[in-house]
């Protein structure tokens, strides 16, 4: 099984290739983080009941009202602390040129054959030391992502199995300038 996604494994192979240019101080947070953080007790009764409960996937209304549980179930749950403190340090360790990093998501469900899960996902920013836009929230925010509508329903559309799913995270710096998300 792969450790990060698509969009990681791209960022990282176009990084090496002769005039590609990357920004700095990115680094990716591994599939491993995300699993973690969704096998608390709350988070995977959440999960398990929605798909194993066919009234509540073919409810359109019950649907959105789960997907919404789980990911204020994923909000609620504290990132790990280690985690925590080694993404700080890396952010830290560009001597603190740059401290608000984007949180881009990149699952194993984009870009695969037959489906291309590009726009699904979400991306949040968070700044060391910014009570308001917190690293801890934008990666949350961005885990809690796989469980937006658009993006379940696009899955299983493609028949890709929902338990299959994870969410890595490449982080570098934020361009605040950005149009697109």
């Known amino acids: 099984m792969k450790t990060i996604g698509d969009k990681i494994t791209s960022f990282a192979v176009t990084g090496v290739k002769p005039g590609a240019l990357t920004p700095e101080g990115a680094f990716a ?14 988070i995977k009764m959440l999960i398990d009941k929605l798909l194993d ?3 509540i996937r ?9 997907l919404k549980k789980i990911r204020e179930a994923i909000k609620e749950e504290p990132v790990d602390v280690e985690l925590l403190s080694a993404i700080t340090e890396k952010i830290k360790s560009n001597g ?8 881009r ?15 699904l996902y979400e991306s949040h ?20 992502s796989v469980w937006v509508y658009r993006a379940f329903q696009e899955r299983e559309l493609f028949g890709i199995n929902q338990r299959t ?3 890595g995270v490449l ?6 300038d950005e149009s697109a998300n």
């Open 105 to 119: 998501s990149s699952t194993n469900a984009e870009d695969v054959p037959g489906f291309n899960g590009a726009g």
């Open 58 to 66: 073919y409810n359109t209304d019950s649907l959105k009202l789960y």
């Open 29 to 42: 947070i591994p599939f491993s983080f995300y699993n973690e953080h969704i096998q608390h007790p709350k």
């Open 96 to 103: 603190n040129v740059f401290t608000a990093y984007r949180f």
């Open 171 to 176: 982080c570098h710096r934020s361009f605040p």
């Open 165 to 167: 799913v994870y969410m």
């Open 53 to 55: 409960d066919t009234l």
């Open 125 to 144: 920013t968070g700044t060391i030391d910014d009570s308001t836009k917190t690293i801890a929230d934008a990666i949350r925010n961005t885990w809690a």
